[in-house]
């Protein structure tokens, strides 16, 4: 009797909690591939979760009337719109949807961000001390052919969703992934504490872009993929955390997504936590 008095003396409460529940099945559903058929240019899932984030979303935004407004009330929608945050979190991490299409179309958007990061690291080497430039330059000197496949690679697979191209992204986006990770661990070796913070942040830039793709891609994958990706990723990002730059990281995706830094950090963490449970 208790569960049923409760639900109706909070209502509002009570519903959040169920489209909080309806989003997150909708979510782990998405994530195994089930899609209860299409609707649209997406599926049933899909549509049911994003219909349930809105309602979330506009429940959080209630204003209590006039005169009753309280700050216990002021407090209820405070965490329902933390709710709504998380419910719109929960089913994707840098991607909409999680069709072959949607995810490539997504990785091609996030190439002119790549290719930028890749022309800064370009001209980094000339502006570091003359001790820094050559550690520099040989730890990022194959960024530039490292992201002009995987941009064609990306494009390849919008047009054409095949499992062959698939394997053919998995493959090098990790061993892209590798050579970042690596010339963190090289930047941090610069003695000049200027020329280190520096190309610390040039390198970070590609990294980000990289790793947003990642985890588009990792939405796509099976865990047997994922596991045969793992092998090869020898550098973890336990390994890089301590040279990472979680501003600039969170700064780069907001400005990507339009968003505030604080989701932006989110769906970072997010993200990262899925691939360090796969093994990276």
């Not at 991607?95 to 958007?109: L, Y």
């Not at 996030?110 to 980094?124: F, K």
Request: aromatic share 4%.
């Amino acid at each position: 009797m208790n569960l049923i008095s409760n639900i109706w003396k909070q209502p509002r409460t009570s519903m959040a909690g169920l489209l909080i529940g309806v989003v997150t099945i909708a979510g782990v559903l998405s994530q195994q591939g089930v899609t209860l058929g299409n609707a649209g240019s997406g599926s049933v899932v899909a549509l049911i979760s994003g219909i349930a984030a809105a309602l979330l979303g506009l429940l959080a935004r209630d204003p209590k009337a006039g005169a009753q407004s309280s700050a216990s009330g002021a407090g209820t929608t405070a965490k329902l719109g933390a709710w709504a945050l998380i419910a719109v979190l929960l089913p994707t991490i840098f991607v909409s949807g999680c069709s072959g299409v949607n995810v490539a179309q997504n990785i091609v958007n996030w190439t002119p961000t790549l290719q930028s990061a890749v022309a800064a690291v370009d001209s980094t080497a000339a502006i570091l001390d003359p001790a820094a430039a050559p550690i520099f330059t040989v730890a990022t000197v194959g960024f530039e052919a490292a992201s002009t496949l995987l941009v064609s690679q990306a494009k390849a697979y919008l047009a054409n969703p095949s499992a062959t191209l698939l394997s053919q992204l998995q493959a090098q986006v990790v061993n892209f992934q590798q050579q970042v990770n690596a010339s963190l661990l090289a930047a941090a070796r610069i003695v000049n504490p200027a020329s280190q913070q520096h190309a610390l942040a040039v390198i970070q830039m590609v990294a980000t872009a990289v790793n947003a793709i990642f985890a588009l891609i990792e939405q796509i994958s099976g865990k047997i993929a994922l596991a045969q990706m793992a092998t090869s990723a020898t550098i973890t990002l336990a390994m890089v955390e301590p040279y990472r730059n979680r501003e600039l990281e969170a700064a780069i995706v907001a400005k990507h997504y339009d968003e505030p830094v604080s989701v932006a950090k989110v769906q970072i963490a997010t993200a990262e936590k899925m691939e360090i449970q796969a093994g990276f």
